[in-house]
């Protein structure tokens, strides 16, 4: 069996339902998945623990769509990707992408780094980390202090 395809992938708009109990995103597939609890609020940016899985989400200004993009997934097949419509990025070491107008990712270590702007993303910015064991569920309510532009 080969290994899972780690390209690039851009996301395409999914369903998403904002509730008390979490965030629910629907996938174009059919398939959804709830992200549980009300997300912890944070300002600028997020650093993952090593080795979490790091999934970002984007609302449009309805709240009722987005996109979400997985942040150095290597689990997840291409075809599965793109058929549920999630992205995926891959950043090394270092690195920085901007994975939409006002979402930069990056890389440090083991750790993913999200640094976001709100304002400039038009739409709420949601992390959710989590791997085996917990799930954490965050949004980014404001921009970084210094500005996007220090993390491009």
Request: cysteine-free; glycine content about 14%; charged content about 30%.
């Amino acid at each position: 069996m080969s290994a899972p395809s780690r390209s690039d992938v851009p996301p395409t708009s999914i369903g998403i339902d904002l509730r008390e109990e979490g965030v629910v995103v629907e996938y174009l597939d059919g398939r959804t998945t709830l992200y549980r609890g009300v997300p912890e609020s944070v300002e600028g940016s997020l650093t993952a623990g090593p080795g979490k899985e790091t999934h970002v989400l984007v609302t449009d200004p309805t709240e009722t769509e987005g996109v979400m993009t997985y942040v150095n997934d290597y689990k997840t097949d291409e075809a599965i990707l793109e058929d549920s419509g999630v992205g995926r990025v891959t950043v090394e070491d270092g690195e920085t992408d901007e994975v939409f107008p006002g979402v930069v990712v990056g890389r440090n270590g083991q750790r993913n780094e999200v640094i976001a702007d709100p304002e400039i993303a038009g739409g709420r910015v949601f992390v959710f980390v989590e791997d085996g064991w917990s799930e954490g569920s965050f949004e980014i309510v404001e921009g970084p202090e210094e500005g996007l532009d220090a993390y491009r």
